[in-house]
Nanobody, 117 residues
Framework: QVQLVESGGGLVQAGGSLRLSCAAS????????MGWYRQGPETQRELVAA???????NSADSVKGRFTISRDSAKNTVYLQMNGLKPEDTGIYYC???????????WGKGTLVTVSS
C-alpha cells in the first residue's frame, strides 16, 4: 500500500503563485511515475504534469511555461510550482503515483486551488 498526502492549496489572485507538495509513504518501488491531475468545477479530471523516477516529464499544453513539476526521490515527494495562475486553473488537484511494473496506481485525497479574477 502507498499513501499520498497533498498540501499547499489555497486561494490566490490571478497572476499569483502556489506550490503544491505530495509526500508518498509505504511500499514504494523505485521505478514509478508521480504526477498531478486536476478536476475543475465543470471539467473531468485531467493530467497537469507528471514526472518519472528517471526524470522524464510530461505536462498539459495549458500549463506549459507556467507550471513546473519536480521531485525529491529521496523523500518520495513531488512538487508542482504554479506561477501565473489563471481562474481556469481552479480545481481540486490530486497527486497520483503509478508503478508500471505492477500497473497499480494510488491517489491522494486532493487539495483545493482557487484562483480569483
Amino acid at each position: 500500500q502507498v499513501q499520498l498526502v497533498e498540501s499547499g492549496g489555497g486561494l490566490v489572485q490571478a497572476g499569483g503563485s502556489l506550490r503544491l507538495s505530495c509526500a508518498a509513504s509505504g511500499s514504494i518501488f523505485w521505478f514509478n511515475t508521480m504526477g498531478w491531475y486536476r478536476q475543475g468545477p465543470e471539467t473531468q479530471r485531467e493530467l497537469v504534469a507528471a514526472m518519472t523516477s528517471s526524470g522524464s516529464t510530461n505536462s498539459a499544453d495549458s500549463v506549459k511555461g507556467r507550471f513546473t513539476i519536480s521531485r525529491d526521490s529521496a523523500k518520495n515527494t513531488v512538487y508542482l510550482q504554479m506561477n501565473g495562475l489563471k481562474p481556469e486553473d481552479t480545481g481540486i488537484y490530486y497527486c497520483k503515483m503509478y508503478f508500471p511494473l505492477t500497473q497499480r496506481e494510488y491517489w491522494g485525497k486532493g487539495t483545493l486551488v482557487t484562483v480569483s479574477s
